[in-house]
T-cell receptor, first 114, second 112 residues
Framework: AQSVTQPDIHITVSEGASLELRCNYSYGATPYLFWYVQSPGQGLQLLLKYFSGDTLVQGIKGFEAEFKRSQSSFNLRKPSVHWSDAAEYFCAVGLPYNNNDMRFGAGTRLTVKP | DADVTQTPRNRITKTGKRIMLECSQTKGHDRMYWYRQDPGLGLRLIYYSFDVKDINKGEISDGYSVSRQAQAKFSLSLESAIPNQTALYFC???????????FGPGTRLTVL
């Protein structure tokens, strides 16, 4: 079945530690790829996106993500987490052959320990 | 001022009541969307509209209806609310073609 999978429901990291959030997709064609962040009580904000080209993309707030076609993955990384990064993170795919269709993963909730 | 606004932000209602959630945008986008968010399920698309005369069902449209009153306004209605429609509802907009979607702050709806 076509899907977007975020294997980690909840991750806890210490402030200053590195972070990697995983995202895998299962669609026949390479989709467009997005990471969104949702802070408590807020809507979703785009962190970064990948359409084509360089497979390492830089986003806002010091985040980056790497597209790996062979693994159907688009993992989000940050070298040093700040307490303000505590939020829920959603991976999403857009299907280029169906331009209304954007599918979201279930989300990963990030807790940052002092 | 926020580019995408939703009213109300919170609503508690009873089973069987009719509810309307409203979305307005000042981004000048043609495309508007309604999603619901449930814990552990992420966001799921309810309806989307590419312009005032173009409205389409999404993944989970049963029990919902929409109205695109103008380019800037897109309303979601629950004709007869039921408890499993308790969720966080988001409106989003995007420009023509593949662009990021911009989200409103959400409406938390509780159906008792």
């Amino acid at each position: 079945a076509q899907s977007v999978t975020q294997p980690d429901i909840h991750i806890t990291v210490s402030e200053g530690a590195s972070l990697e959030l995983r995202c895998n997709y299962s669609y026949g064609a390479t989709p467009y790829l997005f990471w969104y962040v949702q802070s408590p009580g807020q809507g979703l904000q785009l962190l970064l996106k990948y359409f084509s080209g360089d497979t390492l993309v830089q986003g806002i707030k010091g985040f980056e993500a790497e597209f790996k076609r062979s693994q159907s993955s688009f993992n989000l990384r940050k070298p040093s987490v700040h307490w303000s990064d505590a939020a829920e993170y959603f991976c999403a795919v857009g299907l280029p052959y169906n331009n209304n269709d954007m599918r979201f993963g279930a989300g990963t909730r990030l807790t940052v320990k002092p | 001022d926020a580019d995408v606004t939703q009213t109300p932000r919170n609503r508690i209602t009873k089973t069987g009541k009719r509810i309307m959630l409203e979305c307005s945008q000042t981004k000048g986008h043609d495309r508007m969307y309604w999603y619901r968010q449930d814990p552990g399920l992420g966001l799921r698309l309810i309806y989307y509209s590419f312009d005032v005369k173009d409205i389409n069902k999404g993944e989970i449209s049963d029990g919902y209806s929409v109205s695109r009153q103008a380019q800037a306004k897109f309303s979601l209605s629950l004709e007869s609310a039921i408890p499993n429609q308790t969720a966080l509802y988001f409106c989003a907009t995007s420009g023509t073609g593949w662009r990021e979607q911009f989200f409103g702050p959400g409406t938390r709806l509780t159906v008792l």
